[in-house]
């Protein structure tokens, strides 16, 4: 039975991508994305948690004050003053740790010793504007010994 009519022919179908080529693109996606930002996570862990030097500073804790638009951090300056009349030098730090914030902040415009970590390369102001962390806080007594 002939109809007189020519078979149309059917389109071969599309090459598909094997499950090597898929897995070579998400893996190469991944190397673009993932890595970068691990990298930055792995540098932010080391540096936030390895500490460069850490000390005490003795002086009167003259400003004291949580800012940031974004990311908010307690920063602070204390005066030290090692002779009368000289000009004095100032200790500007940072704060991580909000209990340590309410106990420097009932402390402000006092003479205070802070405890402190130093910590170099933080990569954002997010975690404070400067690499000195403050992790404790003690009055001063005024008396001489």
Not at 27 to 45: E, K, M, N, R, S
Not at 99 to 111: D, M, P, Q, W, Y
Request: glycine residues 8%.
């Amino acid at each position: 039975m002939d109809t007189g009519e020519t078979p149309t022919p059917t389109p071969a179908p599309a090459p598909r991508r094997g499950f090597f080529a898929r897995r070579k693109l998400a893996t190469v996606l991944v190397a673009i994305v993932l890595l970068p930002v691990l990298g930055f996570a792995l540098w932010v862990a080391l540096t936030l948690n390895y500490t460069y030097s850490r000390g005490d500073r003795a002086g009167l804790l003259q400003k004291f004050s949580e800012r940031g638009w974004i990311c908010k951090t307690w920063e602070g300056e204390l005066v030290l003053s090692a002779v009368p009349g000289s000009a004095p030098e100032k200790f500007i730090f940072s704060v991580r740790s909000d209990s340590i914030a309410n106990e420097v902040n009932k402390l402000n415009g006092r003479r205070v010793i802070l405890y402190y970590e130093q910590h170099k390369g933080i990569p954002s102001s997010c975690f404070g504007d400067t690499e000195y962390f403050v992790t404790g806080v003690k009055q001063m007594t005024d008396s001489i010994r």
